[in-house]
């Protein structure tokens, strides 16, 4: 008899199939695209690696430039343009995904601590928030401390 419930926990038993992560990928263009900031194509080539992607979105405001503007679509990101501040538009868009069941991951691309409150909403919603950041510029312990992760770029 255990050799027999041995044998079919181990033939017959299905299997957990580990699903693949789907990442939503947010950019805060003024704060990391904007005079000399990340790669487009390293975010998404970067972002690819955590799963696969859903929705890409690159927040832009009035001051970004023609050249600006198309490499966001050029690289498959949405763009959304924003009059002034962009922090207002990310959370609504931030905030939308949280309601998205496919959603798993929320790559947000900053360095702002003011999106501190939506991430830990967006935790209590047991989505995984991975950030993206550059290297050598100041992030607030604040959003270091809020991630599930971070990644330099």
């Not at 975010?43 to 955590?50: E, G, N, R, W």
């Not at 799963?51 to 959304?80: C, D, H, P, W, Y």
């Not at 309601?99 to 790559?107: C, G, L, V």
């Not at 993206?132 to 607030?140: E, Q, Y």
Request: glycine residues 6%; proline residues 3%; aromatic residues 8%.
């Amino acid at each position: 008899m255990v050799v027999g419930d041995i044998f079919y926990k181990t033939f017959f038993e299905p299997q957990k199939v580990q699903e693949k992560k789907q990442i939503a990928v947010i950019v805060d263009g003024p704060n990391m695209l904007q005079q000399g900031g990340v790669d487009l194509k390293q975010i998404i080539d970067t972002a690819k690696t955590y799963g696969t992607i859903r929705l890409a979105k690159a927040m832009l405001n009035q001051f970004s430039s023609e050249k600006l503007i198309e490499a966001v679509s050029n690289n498959g990101f949405e763009l959304v343009l924003s009059v002034g501040d962009v922090d207002v538009a990310l959370t609504v868009d931030f905030m939308e995904i949280l309601f998205n069941p496919e959603i798993t991951h929320i790559i947000l691309v900053t360095r702002d601590a003011d999106f501190v409150p939506v991430i830990m909403r967006a935790k209590s919603y047991k989505k995984r928030i991975i950030l993206f950041t550059k290297k050598n510029v100041v992030v607030g312990r604040a959003l270091l401390n809020a991630v599930d992760e971070v990644v330099y770029l």
